[in-house]
């Protein structure tokens, strides 16, 4: 069980067990008004001197609960599971005595007040921890056999009549031994098993917002909702077709040494906030980020079924980026702080995706030959001069809607580290953004 489960219900243990105290003096009054009103003999004594001891119970369990010691409080509880279970005990017996004091137990074992045990059952499960509601369950079935050996024990007459059993002093031993006693364990399972039911729904649904918590922070709202109905579509490693976009901060290296740690953390976070907005608001997903640098992948889990859909929403992203960045920048020159550059590369085709490695080693992820040369393709940014720069595989993917946003440098043939044959480049922008932006080139530390 997750430590959020184990404080969840420990917390509403602590409630419960107060309310269920409240329930008590709710029962005890009852049954105190009846007392009085309908019984005026032994029988009345038996009951009396029965509630007074509920009562003390009563008192003391609050000013335990009011102490707020949770373990304190718990102990106590396992006692007055028993304590409830032994005065009705003693009462039952009580109220079977004869003239000669002497108990008759064929006449106890009959007594209706057995079925107040009942109550110290429910208020136990309303606790939801199983182990009070099977020590009440286990002291009711030992208070019935108890019952059954004292009589024997006292030679009770004996009968496989039910009639008689019924109308007169005799023990109809196998009812007494298996009637009664299967209504209880029946009661009792059924309470053990409603509340083992909602603790293992607890657990799902922790283990579900868990899981949903942590998708949050790679996929879009609307891609977290697809994986959680169909856990399917998140599968092992696989090959399949990915656009892979790679976003570094430029001269990063001075921008850390030039403040605090705290400040960095700070500038790094708010910095990744923004940025993957404009991620997942274009439908891209985020593989990892790495320092400074991230990594957004879009197609998975699965490619869009429209042709050139995840290279468009790629490169809108992209441009995005670069919006979100100047509001960045207007708000950091307002501060009077330098202003900071991205660079962007995109690339798409063919790479594994899916859970990849084993145990506490797994996780979602792209790998391939795709992903590097993205990686490369962004490190050319900063040779070119250049903010975004994209790939012929990508540029041949998009849609007429897309490039009509866009300015397009073809930067011919282009040899990238790691790649034999040289890479066909297109250095891009929005159609608005001023030309003299593009070339004010950025180095890296």
């Known amino acids: 069980m997750s430590a959020v489960v184990r404080t969840a219900l420990a917390e509403q243990g602590d409630s419960a067990m107060m309310m269920a105290n409240r329930f008590r003096y709710v029962f005890l009054a009852l049954l105190s008004v009846l007392t009085v009103v309908f019984m005026n003999d032994r029988t009345a004594l038996a009951t009396g001197i029965a509630l007074l001891f509920f009562w003390v119970t009563a008192v003391a369990n609050t000013i335990i609960l009011r102490r707020h010691n949770l373990r304190l409080s718990v102990a106590f509880n396992y006692i007055v599971a028993v304590l409830d279970c032994l005065i009705i005990f003693v009462m039952i017996v009580f109220q079977a005595e004869l003239s000669e004091q002497r108990p008759d137990y064929v006449l106890a074992l009959k007594n209706e007040n057995f079925w107040i045990l009942l109550f110290p059952l429910l208020l136990q499960s309303l606790q939801f921890r199983i182990k009070p509601v099977v020590l009440t369950l286990a002291s009711m079935l030992a208070i019935q056999y108890s019952l059954i050996a004292l009589a024997l024990a006292d030679h009770a007459p004996l009968t496989t009549s039910f009639q008689e059993a019924r109308m007169g002093g005799k023990l109809f031993l196998m009812d007494a031994l298996l009637k009664r006693p299967a209504i209880v364990i ?62 570094d901060i430029r001269d990063f290296t001075p921008l850390s040494e030039s403040i605090s740690p705290d400040e960095l953390v700070a500038f790094l976070a708010e910095f990744r906030e923004q940025m993957t907005q404009v991620i997942f608001a274009s439908g891209g997903s985020i593989d990892k980020f790495i320092g400074d640098a991230i990594m957004a992948t879009f197609g998975t889990p699965r490619p869009s079924p429209l042709a050139g859909k995840d290279s468009s929403n790629a490169v809108t992203s992209a441009l995005g980026m670069g919006e979100r960045l100047d509001a960045i920048n207007a708000d950091r020159k307002a501060r009077q702080l330098e202003p900071i550059r991205i660079g962007i590369g995109i690339h798409s085709g063919e790479a594994i995706v899916g859970n990849i490695g084993k145990g506490n080693l797994l996780e979602y992820s792209v790998i391939g030959d795709t992903v590097n040369t993205a990686s490369r393709i962004e490190d050319q940014c900063k040779i070119q001069g250049t903010d975004i720069i994209i790939s012929s595989a990508v540029y041949s993917e998009l849609d007429e809607k897309v490039k009509s946003t866009l300015r397009v440098s073809p930067l011919g043939p282009t040899q990238v580290k790691g790649k034999k044959e040289a890479l066909q480049l297109f250095a891009i922008s929005a159609r608005h953004t001023i030309e003299g932006d593009l070339k004010n080139p950025g180095n890296d530390q």
């Open 186 to 247: 029946i009661v009792g399972l059924v309470i053990i098993y409603s509340i083992h039911r909602t603790i293992q729904m607890l657990r799902s649904l922790e283990d579900s917002k868990q899981r949903s918590l942590i998708l949050s922070r790679y996929f879009s709202p609307e891609i977290v909702k697809e994986i959680t109905a169909t856990p399917d579509i998140v599968q092992s490693g696989h090959r399949q077709k990915v656009t892979i976009l790679f976003a």
